[in-house]
DNA sequence: ATGAAAGCGCTAACAC
DNA sequence: GTGTTAGCGCTTTCAT
């Protein structure tokens, strides 16, 4: 009962108070300002329901991440809702704790009130996954799947010179510490082995483990009885864990172990030492698959364009050094 | 078109259709079955915009906080969208980057939509927060106003622990690192002021730093130079960045300085020392908020609640010792 | 450039 | 327990 109020103020039809706000330029300036005026004086404001369903559209984003808590999530959460605000859209945000059930739910509940989807790192079936694409325009982050457009962050590369970098420093067993079952973890893993094969280093593979502090910590110990003298982690927060929690046993890093992350994230530069890492643009990956989204979702969505790669970069920092001439400490009492 | 096609299939009348998705209990079983079964072949499911509207409620809720990528934000963002998705409400996420005016605009764009509005540490005047009080149930955490239902993490006491402890490892000179402008600065530097006041503690306050990890790096610096043995920091992550510039500058903390933070997020954890810190119990207040929130919006929302307050803990860690018997290092060329 | 009118898809009285 | 009916507030042809 509100744009009647104001068209009626501004001695106007309904239809006109609602160009004045969808396409101004189509109303004479006059009546324009009559309009404005009387929306302001009643504070009248289109009603967002009411709209969605008059146009067929709702002018709302959605994300789904695995864990809203978590710094690589959230950083790109930041970037998409930075862009998405820009656009003049509102976001919605759901995280799925890694839960491939609430991750669907999720986004089936968004997907019907959105005109767009983004989902990071999704662990849904692939068949759930093309459904949803046929209820939304849907990108996806870190998920390869035909005939849905995506944002790959390529780490092949740069996780081959972290290899490298291992093997330039003297060391010959190194052990990959998995992380969750998805896209980034395959891509590390592999571009872990390949190296490694191909350079001649001794590859035990440990996990997989939560994408967590916690899970390093706990996979530190584990790593030590490993033997390697390097450690590559999924990402910044294992990898924190184990610097820590290495240091907690008495152990250097880099001196008797040496350490790598992924991601780059903030977190990598408050520990000590401080990570070498793969870093992976997180802000340019958001605002890539936020841009990609509002093609779709404006432009004709028919096009379905090819994955976007954004590309890993290996930054050393302190956390690597030379291998120790010796096993590690934990095994120095062997012969 | 689409109700109408289920109840069409089914043979019943739309609004048959429409009980079986709001009140199956006003349905009589075999009749709710037929519309379920036809519901499913059609793949249907209620348009959101258009029950909203029907309803004046939009099951949404929406949240407005400082930084999405911010640890202690993202904490409390997640206890409450786990909640809200618990009640089955989606949830809206805007960050405002401390920049009030964007607050505002983000949280009346957000109040059109949603059935209620949750305010993280907001920025915003007395009289903007007021308005949108009107527009749709709010709740604030940390902001005390009139009339507006609040949660407030009550960090006075602790901060006072925070003081003692460093009066009884020795120190007589604390600088506080304020941080934002918001209610929690305030009752954070309050609680020192006076506890160092009532200890005879002298008290140079720096600041204010925004509450970010490079600001706390830029601040060692000063707090170098002030010539204080103890440092309260606004949050962890300004100690954090604090802790790790001393480092570089050849400080030992708690040797040299003791450092305290705020919040006790992940990070204090995982720098080194580990951080003494007032904890902040960042899911208990989000899901309380929530909760206030919840009540307002299904309850009748006359009653405005008093402010429910959390209250803070010191945990002592490693980043707090004895204060140095001689001036700290950068004064010790002094005669 | 503006108005009249017909919905968008669903819900909620109100009858039966 | 179920159907009929009248909107929720806005947009959008189609006239004028």
């Known amino acids: 009962m509100s744009i009647r109020e104001v068209a009626a103020r501004a001695g106007v039809s309904p239809a006109t108070v609602s160009r004045v706000f969808t396409q101004p330029r189509a109303v004479a300036a006059e009546t324009r300002r009559r309009v404005m005026t009387a929306a302001e004086e009643l504070q009248y404001a289109p009603h967002p329901a009411a709209s969605s369903l008059a146009r067929g559209r709702t002018g709302n984003l959605g994300i789904v991440v695995p864990d809203i808590a978590n710094s690589f999530s959230a950083t790109i959460t930041k970037a998409v809702h930075r862009q998405a605000r820009r656009e003049g859209y509102a976001l919605f945000v759901a995280g799925s704790d890694e839960f491939a059930e609430d991750e669907v739910s999720s986004a089936r509940a968004l997907a019907q009130q959105v005109d767009g989807l983004l989902l990071l790192s999704p662990r849904m079936s692939d068949e759930e996954l093309t459904a949803l694409g046929e209820l939304a325009p849907v990108v996806v982050v870190n998920r390869r799947l035909d005939r849905i457009p995506a944002v790959l962050t390529n780490a092949q590369e740069a996780t081959g010179h972290a290899v490298e970098h291992l093997h330039a420093l003297g060391h010959r067993t190194a052990v990959y510490l998995a992380g969750p079952d998805n896209y980034a973890d395959h891509v590390r893993s592999r571009g872990f082995r390949d190296a490694c094969s191909r350079l001649g280093i001794a590859t035990p593979e440990l996990g997989r483990f939560?994408?967590?502090?916690?899970?390093?910590?706990?996979?530190?110990?584990?790593?030590?009885?490993?033997?390697?003298?390097?450690?590559?982690?999924?990402?910044?927060?294992?990898?924190?864990?184990?610097?820590?929690?290495?240091?907690?046993?008495?152990?250097?890093?880099?001196?008797?172990?040496?350490?790598?992350?992924?991601?780059?994230?903030?977190?990598?530069?408050?520990?000590?030492?401080?990570?070498?890492?793969?870093?992976?643009?997180?802000?340019?990956?958001?605002?890539?698959?936020?841009?990609?989204?509002?093609?779709?979702?404006?432009?004709?969505?028919?096009?379905?364009?090819?994955?976007?790669?954004?590309?890993?970069?290996?930054?050393?920092?302190?956390?690597?050094?030379?291998?120790?001439?010796?096993?590690?400490?934990?095994?120095?009492?062997?012969?």
Do not use: K, Q, W
């Open 210 to 335: 939560e994408a967590r502090y916690t899970a390093g910590v706990r996979a530190a110990d584990l790593v030590l009885a490993s033997g390697a003298t390097a450690v590559v982690a999924y990402n910044d927060e294992i990898a924190a864990g184990v610097v820590n929690r290495l240091a907690d046993r008495g152990i250097d890093v880099p001196g008797d172990i040496s350490v790598i992350g992924f991601d780059d994230t903030g977190l990598a530069e408050m520990v000590t030492p401080r990570l070498t890492t793969v870093r992976i643009p997180a802000t340019t990956a958001g605002t890539a698959a936020i841009e990609m989204l509002l093609d779709l979702v404006r432009g004709r969505g028919d096009e379905v364009h090819s994955p976007r790669e954004v590309c890993g970069e290996l930054v050393v920092r302190s956390s690597t050094g030379p291998a120790a001439t010796t096993a590690v400490p934990a095994r120095r009492s062997a012969p």
